[in-house]
């Protein structure tokens, strides 16, 4: 598992996600967050909307193996499991869009923005092949600073969350 | 010898009653993407594991490579770890021996 690391500067452009202060009832969770930001956010949704095909090697990572150990549990669970698992990422992936332009989420919108956005880590982080003991200061493709800026966006989210 | 026989069918189905009986595990495995904060967010979600097992937990997937986080009758774990998979986590199923 990777630490959270805020020593690294990542260009995630103006994206603030925090649970506002307030006594009483629990706070909202805000988004600040320019019209920049979240046009590149709905374009990697249209992205992850091609994730979705558990039959596609790079979803691979969305769809684990549950019974390694018994084939033919396994095939059942392909069967029956993935396509649940299918449409509950698609139900995530809806409530996100359909958030995507407020300044405050429910525990549920926010929840559906981090679940997509670390599937979306999960394939890109698998196919850059990363490790826990990478050096920051190495990772210096455009892919790289992706991860590393939806590596922030998720710590943020988890943070508000937990909050 | 019909006693005998009795008998013999008594443990057989015994025996096959307590293979049924083993608990599964739902195992978490390490992986080095998910971050070590959302994966104690994810034991506390699923689960309503305190923020100190939890905490526990995901240090023992962090170290160790993979935790128990889970046992069960095979129903509820499937349950479980298909919840696991919706958050992303790297879980697998497995009967105890």
Do not use: C
């Not at chain 1, 033919?72 to 698992?85: C, D, N, P, R, T």
């Not at chain 2, 057989?12 to 992986?31: A, F, K, Q, R």
Request: hydrophobic fraction near 40%.
């Amino acid at each position: 598992m990777e630490p959270e690391d805020s020593s690294v500067e990542h260009d995630s452009g103006h994206l603030l996600i925090y649970r506002r202060t307030r006594f009483g009832s629990k706070p909202p969770i805000v988004v600040e967050a320019s019209a920049d930001t979240r046009a590149a956010l709905a374009e990697l949704l249209s992205q992850y909307d091609l994730l979705l095909d558990p039959t596609l090697p790079e979803s691979k990572r969305l769809f684990p193996t549950a019974y390694p150990n018994d084939p033919e549990l396994e095939v059942g669970y392909q069967v029956l499991g993935i396509s649940e698992l299918t449409e509950l990422k698609s139900e995530k992936i809806s409530t996100f869009r359909n958030s995507i332009d407020k300044e405050e989420l429910t525990e549920d919108e926010a929840e559906a923005w981090m679940i997509v956005l670390n599937d979306l880590r999960l394939v890109l982080g698998t196919k850059l092949d990363v490790g826990e003991d990478d050096d920051p200061s190495l990772m210096t493709t455009p892919e790289h600073h992706l991860y590393q800026s939806l590596s922030v966006v998720v710590g943020m989210i988890v943070t508000a969350l937990a909050g | 010898m019909p006693e005998t026989e009795s008998d013999t069918v008594l443990l057989d189905d015994t025996s096959i009653e307590v293979e049924t009986d083993v608990p599964w595990s739902v195992i978490v495995w390490n992986d080095p993407i998910n971050l070590m904060d959302f994966v104690s967010y994810v034991f506390r979600k699923v689960f309503g594991y305190s923020k100190s097992k939890a905490q526990k937990l995901m240090l023992d997937v962090h170290e160790k490579g993979r935790a128990n986080v889970f046992n069960g009758e095979r129903t509820e774990a499937e349950m479980f770890m298909h919840r696991l998979h919706g958050y992303g986590l790297w879980a697998t199923l497995e009967q105890d021996k």
